[in-house]
């Protein structure tokens, strides 16, 4: 494993163990290298919203956390400063969510990343663009 | 009441009968007016990230309930198509967040809304900007 | 007038006596408040794309020169972040379209705006929302 | 060259003919694959806005001219329906910018394209993201 996914892992760990959010949501979390990260969840009944269909927060916030992960592989705390998504077709009950992030350019300032949602057909779903911005606080000697 | 508001409830009403989501979030909602939505939420331990602040997909979900019942008050079931939100400040733990919808455009095809997220202390948290499209179904007599 | 206002009208002609695009586009420019900007342009045939309908860009022009001058109102150089459109219906060759600038928030890092571009019938043509954020520097005293 | 790549090529052929929008702004146009194109333009002076940096909507509408020629690649004539600009540089006078744009997703409705807008330094200066909607009409046989 390079070094650089290695500060990657190290940091989705640290921030893993407090995400009691994403835990709550069931979320599955995996780096597969810096600036990545796929997030996994399956749509439960408390996931509904009064359409009978997946509340798109919920969608967005599975997004969100895989675009977390992502931004947050460089050691340095950031946050999402801003987000949009589309969404393409309605998640249904017991659907298996698989948010894939990837990294379009890290700038001085701010971050860019793409979030595509897709169900177990491997249809999208949602698809999501974020805007990172860095703390320059230290994510593991915090 | 005017019978637009009334029709507006009666749309809320059955829409969150079913709203498992918003209901597990702790949401409550209120439509003052027909196109016009507010959603409270209070910041739950569950509901922290890994950098120890609200998870932003679910001051996103906040947001979201509030558009959804904005825009599902004239009898024709109406869904998110997309949506942007700008994050201007952390929610914390116990923070109590007011989310208020309007309607900025109502068209042929999609309505445009805009949400405020607020804090206790009324500060602005997020500004959302959500579209809307119509399925053409009744919510009423579905 | 207030002096705020005075203001505002003082740093939109230090802009417009520089502002060569908005010029060679044939927009005119008016201040009625701080904070809010009115741009008009008539659509030329130079302004016509492949499918005969007036250039999004040059739409979305018109808008980002309303945007300009409501958020340069305050003796600070302010530049545009980011903005995101809708194209609700399109312009057409002679059309007067009208673009008023309204701000939605004004906060310490970036302001928000809301641009609505209506054509001779005030019908929307499109909807546009910007954020601007500020330079540090005097735009008067520059 | 592939039958796809042709169909694109006569499809930008007959757009760029009548494009008079691009032709006026010195844009020029290139095809390298269906779903795909390069639009260069050079800063000109009559394209500086208040600040002396090129007008932002001129950079948007280069990249609005990249985007629509790749996503009108499949003879079904393709207008803008919402397009988001994050701005992260200026562009000055004599800039050579080149816009790149890239098919993300082609669904049922909407397509979903990134462009990149790039100066001579390969600089990223503005990043675009724009959703496409088919008309139904053909672009060759109209």
């Known amino acids: 494993m390079s070094d650089k996914l290695a500060v990657a892992r190290r940091c989705a760990d640290a921030m893993w163990d407090k995400d009691q959010a994403s835990q709550a949501?069931?979320?599955?979390?995996?780096?597969?290298?810096?600036?990545?990260?796929?997030?996994k969840m399956k749509v439960r009944a408390d996931m509904l919203n009064g359409l009978d269909v997946c509340h798109g927060g919920l969608v967005f916030a599975l997004a969100d956390t895989a675009f977390a992960f992502a931004c947050n592989a460089y050691d340095e705390q950031t946050v999402a400063a801003a987000a949009q998504i589309e969404f393409l077709r309605p998640a249904m009950l017991d659907d298996r969510l698989v948010a894939t992030a990837v990294e379009d350019h890290r700038g001085r300032k701010y971050g860019y990343y793409t979030v595509e949602v897709r169900n177990q057909s491997d249809t999208l779903?949602?698809?999501?663009?974020?805007?990172?911005?860095?703390?320059?606080?230290?994510?593991l000697s915090g």
Chains 1, 2, 3, 4 share one sequence.
């Open 125 to 139: 779903v949602a698809l999501f663009r974020g805007r990172a911005a860095g703390t320059g606080k230290s994510m």
């Open 25 to 39: 949501l069931g979320i599955k979390v995996e780096v597969p290298a810096a600036g990545t990260a796929v997030a």
